[in-house]
């Protein structure tokens, strides 16, 4: 019986009502499925065999190798992305790279003055899928790079399974040292998935050790509570003021290149190639925005909170600015964070307004400030005790209450404490 | 009864006390005594390369040499031997491979990947390696990384046990879901993996073991490409055929080392039969009562015992009247406790660690302490029922003996077919394990799973194997479905989709279906059923029970494998009516039936079509088991294609033996039942692994019980057939695998299938009933017993047709 058979009685099917032919008479297996196939798979035929010399006419590319295609152009700009776009290498090579660096506050590895603006790339791959692991394919690999005053952009495509050495081997070739990467997601989901490509294949990671700037995380610290979500497509339509049309969601890039290894099918992977242009132009220009809105987070909507706190230890001159300028939109939270800033910078004028006016509306933590401020600065041991007696009960209270009565000097019983302990106003 | 609980005597007399009262008190009752001798230890040196500081920290930790049998396992680990060490409960097994392990790890850098059935076992031994790194950084050695990786461990700790872990500790789950499919991330580990320590190789048996063994060709697969090639070390309970089992598991020779070097105190086992209260329907008193009783006593001589029961509810119950005898003064610490799945993990640890230090006197437990638990040492164990496995019944009884000292082990049937079999027949316990683990990796659909991962995770090559079946026809299959594609001489996985999750390790057909609990407007999903056994449990109607808190099923969504279920208070069960239908396929091969004189008929093997059908189900009432309602059941004829074993009589034979073809019917069904139960215990298979029937043979008729609790005889089409009207009367008694293709339960049935006859007849021979009850052929109608032939009579007929002995002695044996 053969394995077809078998798994099909196995799988419950009734038994083929019609007597079976001999074992012996029957075919072999191989060429029974190579019949079954035909018949089942017959959209394989109807679209034709991977023709590698008409999709490389149809996309404009070059052939390296067989299985390997790249797409080589120097642009202004991707289509719509000219408006939004500094030119190539002088609105680039002017970008504050050290403060966009720290601002994104994720590489530490990297000195400030590291990224020369020729070294940095851009860099988005597209995947046989999102499920991650070893059987997902990295098959589009775009890279760009800013050239003179404008752009350089190279898709590489793998268009053969067999030919993934030779693919990954160009890839890593635009990789070389000093190169330094921006990404969008990169940290989590490119590199992790081409070191795996680099892995089975045998060949070190290229990516392993480079500058990595990924700009999700910025982008999240930044904007995570202001907008739905901080993906791509949002961040340039917020950013930028770009809009895609008739684009191919990424989510149909697997399909795409499906289509063409088992259909040969053309018109859906040029569409995959401008998604993957779009991605690349996008992640160029938000890298300036991206710096603007560390700059100036009111200006563009972006959460003044958690951009201050990006810059609280590197630049805490900064983080105040925002702040302080930003002051009647803070919370409680944000509120503290200045006030912090303030007492870092010597300003206890400001920092114990911060805390009267928090105190004022019930916040406790605002009066262990003032309590602690009271004590140390102000001299003013009455008024701590008073503040320290308002506080939620805990033995951080008990140790700051006895040291006051200890220090005031005047132990007083029990009962007349009683009478002090009343609830705290701006007033007293 | 004399309060001896007030001066306990010292423990070694106490055991021996007890066992002398209860044999002179209880005579009737024990129906098997067995005592194994007291053995010395058999000491060998630490070996002298050892690496520095491990021996250090060994004799820090109170262990100067080796037992025999930790040297033997030791120097075979050395020399890259695959080994398996199959010794008893608390011979120091973990030693066994911890030693290698450790010692590859200091000198070499090596690391090794340990496999626990279980999470909670990887969590124990986590504890206990972290203790030895603690005494080799004493010693002035380095220290050891040993990590568990399972489901909970957090995301950002992954990376850590991946790149800096010596020892990972994890599940075969873990590894076919979560480790294999992203070998890359793990190179690291992979390029230095020495050896794979696989605990507990029996229970890697079944469906499960024929996963496993894929996994585990999967991972050898993935270590080739590391260019590493680790050695396994497996440790099991005491199976019949642990280096068999290990073989098949890893796929090259595997060495057994079975004498156990530690020493060991006498120990005694009782077989402990509760008295017949109703001769007539062959009633038994509870076992609980018995355990209870039992539990008592040996309390009161101030031995540390522990019970066993089979179920949750069954702890709670028996830990309820123990504490109401031991625990009535709520002022005084517990003497009582109970142990059990479900209770929190800290709970878990607080009572082990009470039962280590020796202040609780009485542990009720399920089979969750039969595991590797460390909790010390007690005098006596007593198992309520007969655990399923006679491995698991030793394990069990291996918690009772602390070195050198006496035990005394009790095992109370339940009024179970099996345990009535097992209580009367004590060489299962004093000869060799009869019990063979099997595995069947080359299943068709299992390893057509395994296949795909394996694609999944590196391009199968021309000329690459993988299993016993065709590969290129398996590949050419999965191109055919469009998740590989061939290109050169490779064939790439090229599929939007991540196969390994689709696959579960313990099933076989894909496609599970959850429990979801509605109560109270919320979805939660509470338990996973098996598809092939998802009909039969959750249908609408179904009371399905979780941790004995009954679940009604209010919807079922057949093609989204959902059963939708509310918490109901129902007093009573559910069991579904299922109407078999079989027809032989191919028969692969067959010989007369039996050793006797005169064989009565033939038993064959081969290929079988089945056809469940599931019309409606009964309500059960709690207790008194009465039959208080049906419900219909809507679902599509449920078709299995398995293999099976079955047994045909003579028809000439059989008419004279028995030629009222009611009472022939009845005689089969009967024997089935007998036999079904004995099969159940030499393949080491849970009841439900097996499926039995009674047809002839080519689905013209099938033989059920009905509900008058009659056999009759149905058509194809479900309707009456009456026994004259069929032509040739020919009954055949299938024994099939339970699971689609089978998975190679039934060829050791068909090998051992005089041995199952003769068994089974034993089994309906020495029942203490007269007419037949549900301990030998099943439950019996009220006056069935008086009857010329009772049902017991009928099935003694059919076995002793089968087994081949006179028909006429068979007759005579048994005064019918």
């Not at chain 2, 209010?554 to 079989?582: C, H, M, N, Q, S």
Request: overall charge neutral; glycine content about 10%; hydrophobic content about 40%.
């Amino acid at each position: 019986m053969g394995f077809e058979e078998r798994l099909r009685r196995i799988r419950g099917q009734a038994p083929d009502p019609t007597p079976a032919t001999p074992a012996a008479d029957r075919p072999a297996l191989v060429e029974r499925l190579r019949r079954v196939g035909v018949g089942r798979t017959a959209d394989r035929t109807t679209g034709g065999i991977p023709d590698e010399g008409a999709l490389a006419n149809a996309l404009g590319a070059e052939c390296l190798a067989p299985g390997v295609l790249r797409l080589e152009r120097r642009l202004s700009g991707g289509r719509g992305h000219e408006r939004v776009l500094p030119t190539g290498m002088t609105a680039w090579g002017d970008l504050p790279w050290g403060e966009a660096v720290l601002a994104a506050g994720l590489f530490d590895a990297q000195g400030p003055d590291a990224g020369a603006a020729g070294d940095w790339l851009c860099l988005d791959t597209e995947t046989s899928g999102l499920a991650g692991g070893t059987g997902t394919w990295a098959f589009l690999t775009g890279v760009l790079r800013a050239d003179g005053r404008q752009w350089l952009l190279r898709q590489y495509l793998l268009t053969r399974l067999d030919a993934e050495p030779v693919y990954l081997d160009r890839i890593a070739a635009e990789l070389t040292r000093p190169a330094a990467l921006l990404t969008y997601n990169g940290r989590a989901f490119d590199a992790p998935l081409l070191a795996t490509r680099f892995r089975l294949a045998n060949r070190a990671d290229p990516l392993d050790g480079l500058p990595h700037l990924d700009l999700l995380g910025p982008m999240r610290r930044a904007f995570a509570r202001r907008w739905p979500d901080c993906r791509l497509i949002t961040a340039e339509s917020r950013l930028l003021g770009f809009q895609r049309s008739g684009d191919l969601p990424g989510a149909a890039a697997p399909a795409a290149w499906l289509g063409w290894l088992r259909r040969g099918e053309t018109a859906p992977l040029a569409a995959v190639l401008r998604h993957n242009r779009d991605d690349l132009f996008s992640l160029a220009g938000l890298l300036p925005a991206l710096v603007g809105v560390y700059r100036d987070p009111a200006a563009y909507g972006a959460d003044c909170r958690t951009v201050a706190a990006a810059w609280q230890r590197r630049d805490p001159t900064r983080a105040l600015r925002i702040l302080a300028a930003n002051r009647q939109d803070l919370d409680a939270s944000g509120l503290h964070d200045l006030a912090r800033l303030y007492r870092r910078a010597g300003d206890w004028v400001q920092a114990s307004g911060i805390w009267e006016a928090l105190a004022a509306r019930g916040d406790a933590n605002a009066r262990a400030a003032l309590a602690r401020y009271c004590e140390h600065h102000r001299g003013d041991l009455t008024r701590a005790l008073l503040l320290t007696q308002s506080l939620p009960p805990g033995p951080e209270r008990e140790r700051r209450q006895t040291r006051l009565r200890v220090k005031l000097g005047r132990e007083r019983p029990a009962g007349q404490l009683e009478l002090a302990i009343e609830p705290y106003s701006t007033g007293t | 009864m004399p309060d001896s609980g007030r001066l306990p005597a010292a423990p070694d007399q106490a055991v021996s006390r007890l066992q002398e009262r209860l044999t002179t008190r209880y005579q009737a009752r024990i129906s098997g005594a067995l005592v194994r001798p007291a053995t010395p230890a058999a000491w060998l040196d630490l070996p002298p390369e050892l690496a520095p500081g491990l021996a250090a920290a060994l004799i820090a930790r109170g262990v100067p040499r080796l037992y025999a049998h930790q040297r033997e396992a030791f120097d075979l680990a050395r020399a890259g031997r695959h080994l398996v060490v199959a010794t008893p409960t608390a011979s120091g097994k973990t030693l066994c491979y911890n030693l290698p392990v450790l010692d590859a790890v200091l000198q070499a850098g090596r690391k090794a990947l340990y496999l626990f059935p279980t999470k909670a076992l990887a969590q124990d031994q986590v504890a206990e390696l972290t203790e030895l790194g603690r005494a080799l950084t004493a010693a002035g050695g380095t220290g050891i990384r040993a990590y568990t990786f399972d489901g909970d461990t957090p995301g950002d700790a992954r990376k850590a046990v991946r790149t800096r872990g010596d020892l990972v500790l994890s599940n075969p789950d873990m590894l076919h879901q979560a480790i294999l499919p992203h070998h890359t991330k793990w190179a690291q580990f992979f390029e230095g993996l020495a050896f794979v320590v696989v605990d507990e190789l029996h229970s890697y048996r079944g469906v499960f073991g024929s996963h496993v063994a894929n996994v585990f060709r999967r991972l050898r697969r993935i270590c080739r490409f590391y260019g590493v090639s680790p050695t396994f070390i497996f440790t099991s309970a005491t199976i019949a055929n642990p280096a068999e089992l290990a073989q098949r598991l890893c796929g090259e020779p595997v060495t057994a080392i079975t004498r156990s070097g530690a020493p060991q105190g006498e120990r005694s086992l009782l077989l402990w039969n509760p008295p017949v209260i109703n001769p007539d329907l062959g009633i038994r008193a509870s076992a609980r009562s018995q355990t209870t009783r039992i539990a008592r006593m040996a309390v009161k001589s101030g031995l540390k015992t522990i019970v066993f029961a089979r179920s949750r509810l069954m702890v709670e119950v028996i830990t309820k009247y123990l504490k109401d005898v031991f625990d009535k003064d709520p002022r005084r610490p517990p003497r009582v406790l109970a142990y059990r799945g479900g209770y929190l993990p800290s709970d878990r640890r607080a009572a082990e660690q009470a039962l280590r230090a020796g202040r609780v006197d009485l542990v009720v437990s399920t089979s969750a302490l039969e595991l590797g638990v460390d909790i010390g040492a007690l005098d006596v164990a007593i198992l309520n029922g007969y655990p399923g496995t006679i491995a698991a019944t030793w394990q069990r009884l291996g918690r009772a003996g602390r070195r050198l000292r006496p035990s005394l082990g009790v095992l109370v049937a339940t009024s179970d077919p099996l345990d009535q079999y097992l209580v009367r027949h004590p060489e299962f316990f004093f000869d060799a394990s009869p019990e063979h683990a099997r595995i069947h990796p080359d299943q068709l659909l299992i390893l057509l799973e395994h296949v795909r991962c394996a694609a999944f995770e590196l391009p199968f090559r021309d000329g690459e194997q993988f299993g016993a079946e065709d590969l290129p026809e398996m590949l050419s299959y999965l191109r055919d479905e469009g998740v590989l594609q061939r290109q050169g001489d490779q064939w790439f996985w090229v599929a939007d989709s991540y196969p390994a999750n689709a696959v579960s390790l313990r099933s076989v057909a894909e496609g599970n279906f959850v429990v979801i609990d509605t109560t109270g407007g919320a979805q939660t999903i509470i338990a996973e059923v098996d598809w092939s056994s998802a009909p039969g449990t959750i249908y609408v109607g179904a009371i399905y029970m979780i941790q004995s808190q009954p679940y009604q099923v209010e919807r079922l969504d057949w093609p989204g494998r959902k059963a939708f279920v509310t918490r109901t208070r129902a007093d009573y069960y559910t069991d579904a009516i299922d109407y078999t239908r079989l027809k032989i396929l191919d028969r692969f091969e067959g010989r007369a039936s039996g050793t006797g004189a005169a064989p009565g008929g033939v038993v064959a093997q081969g290929e079988v079509h089945l056809v469940r059908r599931y019309p409606g189900y009964k309500k059960i009432r709690y207790y008194s088991h009465d039959n208080i309602g049906y419900g219909n059941i809507d679902l599509p004829d449920q078709e299995l294609h398995t293999t099976a074993v079955w047994w045909q009589a003579q028809p000439a034979a059989l008419e004279a033996l028995l030629p009222d073809r009611q009472q022939a019917i009845e005689g089969f069904l009967g024997a089935a039942y007998a036999l079904h139960h004995v099969a159940a215990l030499r393949s080491m298979a849970e009841l439900h692994d097996l499926g039995r029937a009674v047809g002839d043979g080519q689905g013209t008729w099938f033989a059920v019980t009905g509900n008058d609790g009659r056999g009759h005889l149905r058509g194809p089409d479900n309707a009456l057939v009456e026994e004259s009207a069929v032509a040739r009367f020919e009954p055949t008694l299938f024994l099939y695998d339970n699971y689609p293709g089978g998975v190679g339960l039934s060829a050791p049935l068909y090998d051992a299938a005089e041995t199952l006859v003769r068994d089974a007849r034993g089994l309906v021979a020495g029942c203490g009933c007269s007419g037949g009850c549900p301990a030998c052929v099943g439950p019996v109608l009220p006056g069935d017993a008086q009857r010329a032939i009772t049902p017991r009579a009928a099935t003694l007929r059919v076995l002793g047709l089968l087994e081949g002995s006179c028909a006429a002695d068979a007759a005579a044996d048994h005064g019918v």
